[in-house]
């Protein structure tokens, strides 16, 4: 599937935030940190395409794949619907009971 949708690093770090919240238990693929450097073309670029690897780790495990918040931050193009749903998942708090365990 391919998307386009503008985001802000700020947003990526929020989704990062938001499923290591909702998945304690859960590995999130890291995103790389803001550094206080010159902003040049190519250090964006860089920078866009570690956080395109991000969401490509993302979407490769199931129980974020099939996230709604993940699925929003990937489609919203709105910029209020997209506040929205970050306000929303803002309130949201993880599921801490266990549903079923394999041994």
């Known amino acids: 599937m391919n998307w386009v949708v503008g985001r802000r690093y700020s947003d990526f ?3 990062r935030a938001f499923l290591r919240k909702m998945y304690p238990t859960q590995i999130v693929p890291p995103i790389p940190e803001k550094k206080a450097s010159k902003r040049t073309q190519r250090h964006v670029e860089k920078r866009m395409r570690i956080l395109t690897y ?3 780790d993302l979407i490769g495990i199931p129980e974020f794949r099939n ?4 699925e929003g931050f990937l489609k919203i193009r709105d910029g209020s619907t ?3 749903m970050k306000a929303d998942g803002d309130k949201m708090k993880p599921n801490t009971t ?3 365990v394999e041994t």
């Open 98 to 100: 266990v549903d079923h």
């Open 13 to 15: 770090v929020w989704l």
């Open 67 to 70: 996230n709604k918040m993940v």
């Open 82 to 84: 997209f506040v929205q």
């Open 54 to 56: 991000f969401l490509n």
